[in-house]
Structures are given as structure tokens and as C-alpha cells.
């Protein structure tokens, strides 16, 4: 399995009552007991996927005997892109497009993913309905499978940033994506929520909960002032 993308693809960050935060395509390949390629990086936009994800890896895998394929290709990218002033809709179409196919020349089959709708704050609801167009037609135009995450979202699945996945969102995402992949036919192994296991006490989920609500008070409080700076910049850039 091959991947590409951001740092929901990426992974890494806190424990959630013990599980350690993993990528959610970590976990589909766990899922489908395949062995796992990945090139995602923090802060990634599609131009990086084109111009330095793919590259690396054909740096390492050309040249050296028949093109390496992959049974499965998976690429979650657009989050970073579409949440900067400067949103191209149709430049992430081309950039997205050529990693797709990409992807398709390689792999057996391969998955796209949207973005969720409620995502960062403060919330653009219409720049990311924008960039889950874009996804969803030309992932459409081209043929490759779909996990549709736009209603995606909950408490326990995503931090207060509302942009990254916890370790129980990671896993929920990769559930997901196994049910599109078995719909078509994949095999699943085994299901990634089996394979780990918690058992939180009531300090464990106080904790949690308080530490919750802090830090979505700060997010809370701090979006209204990144609004106000984004409309004196479009005001002054006319």
C-alpha cells in the first residue's frame, strides 16, 4: 500500500487514553495485512505531493528493475490548501488530478478522500464544500474509490483544532476506508479498532474532558481575530 498527503497521513501526536496516535492509512494496511509505503508530510498541499512526495519515491523505486506496484494507493490532501487566502480551486484540480493518476499507473486500485465540512476554525464552510467538489468529480472523471468524510466529526474523534484526527478518530477514518475498500471487493483482515485496547478511569475522562474544553476555549476565542485579520487583508489587497 502506497500513501500520500499531509499530517492526517502522516500521524503522530498524543496518546488518547493510552492508544497511541497512528495514520489512518497505517491502519487501513494493518487492516488489509499489507505492507505500508508512505510519503505524507506535516503542512503538505497538493503542489508538494506533485513535486516532491512523488518524486521522492521515484527517485527510490526507478531505475531499479520493473515499476514497483502496489495493490492499493490512498491520497488525503487539500486541508492545508484550501484553508490559506490564497485557495485555487482550479489549481488544486490540476495538482490533484496529477497525483491521481499517478497513483493510478501504479496501484491495483486507489482512494481519495474529502475533507469534512465543519474543518478549522474559523470555519469555511464554502471553501471546503470548493475543495470536496473538486475531489469528488475528478475522483469520479478518473475511477478511483471514494471515502466520503464531509458529515465526518465528533468530540472524541477530532481535536480542538478541528482539523486533526485523535488516535480514536485515526482508526475511525481507517474503518471507513476498509468498508469502501471491502465494498470493492478487498479483503479485510482484520478491523483496526480489535487491535488496540483501553480501559480509562473516571480521572482518565475528567481529565480529558477538562483539558477538551480548555483548549477549545482558546480556539473558540482566538478564531474571531483571525476572521478580523483575513477581512482587513482582503480589504487592503482590494
Known amino acids: 500500500m502506497l500513501a500520500f498527503g499531509d499530517s492526517i497521513t502522516n500521524g503522530g501526536g498524543e496518546l488518547q487514553w493510552g492508544v497511541a496516535l497512528q495514520s489512518w492509512a497505517m491502519w487501513v494496511a494493518r487492516g488489509l495485512a499489507l505492507p505500508y509505503t508512505c510519503y505524507a508530510v506535516d503542512g503538505a498541499r497538493v503542489e508538494h505531493v506533485v513535486w516532491q512526495q512523488i518524486p521522492a519515491f521515484s527517485r527510490l523505486t526507478d531505475g531499479c528493475g520493473p515499476p514497483a506496484g502496489y495493490q492499493l494507493g490512498c491520497l488525503y490532501i487539500g486541508v492545508n490548501d484550501v484553508r490559506l487566502p490564497d485557495w485555487d480551486p482550479a489549481a488544486f484540480s490540476v495538482g ?7 497513483l493510478l499507473g501504479r496501484c491495483e486500485r486507489v482512494l481519495a478522500v474529502t475533507a469534512p465540512l465543519d474543518l478549522g476554525r474559523p470555519r469555511t464552510p464554502a471553501r471546503v464544500s470548493e475543495l470536496d467538489e473538486v475531489i469528488s468529480t475528478v475522483a469520479g472523471e478518473l475511477g478511483t474509490l471514494l471515502l466520503d468524510l464531509r458529515p465526518w466529526g465528533a468530540r472524541n474523534l ?3 483544532d478541528h482539523v486533526h484526527p485523535t488516535a480514536f478518530g485515526q ?4 474503518e471507513r476506508a476498509l468498508a469502501v ?3 470493492d471487493g478487498m479483503r479485510v483482515a482484520v478491523r ?3 487491535l488496540i485496547q483501553f480501559s480509562p478511569s473516571w480521572r ?8 477538551y474544553v480548555y483548549r477549545h476555549a482558546k480556539v473558540t476565542a482566538w478564531s474571531p481575530a483571525v476572521r478580523g485579520r483575513s ?8
Open 181 to 183: 475498500l471491502s465494498a
Open 96 to 102: 490533484f488530478r496529477s497525483a491521481l493518476e499517478f
Open 204 to 211: 482518565m475522562r475528567l481529565q480529558g474532558d477538562w483539558t
Open 158 to 160: 477530532v481535536m480542538t
Open 192 to 194: 483496526p479498532s480489535t
Open 231 to 238: 477581512a482587513i487583508r482582503s480589504l487592503l489587497l482590494g
Open 171 to 174: 482508526i475511525n477514518i481507517a
